[in-house]
């Protein structure tokens, strides 16, 4: 069965400080991975996809992730944290084949201070 | 183009009555995914309907159900409500139903049972 897990619930940077954002997945198939963030009051927001076409994967407002299959991890990473960063992301696997469910992490809350 | 969007923002209900919620997807998009989010259990899968058959269907009691119509718009309905539907509800389109397809979510339908 497909998994996903956040490592930490809760990170706190200064900002202009890195960004990491843990977690690891469980799949019996080559499964494709996101990264949503969603802000308070608002939709949930695509960052980033792994589909298989490249292990490092670039997303929108400079936030990247690597897969690594030997250690079955995809976390999300940052160069700088910017306050508007603060919001709550979730690493999301899909949960069959077919695509036909995502399977979400607990979520992981970031908070920016400055 | 418009975003997926859902109504009602907000319901309050009380229990043991039905509610019934809408989600317009993407124009073009053809799938339309549910999703319940609470503080407890994080962000779980619903249904995915695609051309009106529903292809999944997530581990929640029969209470809840749903439905596609032609023009892609879908509805859920939760009949006898319970205290612990309080929810956010999240509708999600895409274009079809590759697995490394984007799925965009909905600002939600809050969900209150008193």
């Known amino acids: 069965a497909q998994s996903v897990t956040q490592l930490d619930s809760h990170v706190s940077v200064s900002e202009g400080t890195p960004v990491l954002l843990r977690c690891n997945y469980s799949?019996?198939?080559?499964?494709?991975l996101f990264w949503y963030v969603q802000h308070p009051n608002k939709g949930l927001q695509l960052l980033l996809k792994?589909?298989?076409?490249?292990?490092l994967v670039k997303g929108i407002n400079g936030f990247e992730a690597e897969f690594k299959k030997s250690e079955t991890s995809f976390h999300l990473t940052k160069p700088s944290a910017h306050m508007s960063d603060a919001a709550e992301y979730f690493c999301?696997?899909?949960?069959?084949?077919?695509?036909?469910?995502?399977?979400f992490g607990k979520g992981t809350t970031l908070s920016v201070s400055s | 183009k418009a975003g997926v969007t859902q109504t009602p923002r907000y319901l309050i209900k009380t229990r043991g009555q039905q509610v019934t919620l809408s989600c317009s997807p993407i124009s073009g998009h053809r799938s339309v995914s549910w999703y319940q989010q609470t503080p407890g259990q994080g962000l779980q899968f619903l249904f995915e309907y695609f051309s009106e058959t529903q292809r999944n269907k997530g581990n929640f009691p029969g209470r809840f159900s749903g439905r596609q119509f032609s023009n892609s718009r879908s509805e859920m309905n939760v009949s006898t409500l319970e205290l612990g539907d309080s929810a956010l509800y999240l509708c999600?389109?895409?274009?079809?139903?590759?697995?490394?397809?984007?799925?965009?979510f909905g600002p939600g339908t809050r969900l209150l049972v008193l």
């Open positions: 999600a389109s895409r274009q079809g139903t590759a697995a490394q397809e984007t799925q965009y």
């Open positions: 799949s019996s198939y080559s499964p494709s």
């Open positions: 792994y589909t298989s076409a490249a292990t």
């Open positions: 999301v696997v899909t949960m069959n084949q077919a695509g036909t469910a995502l399977i």
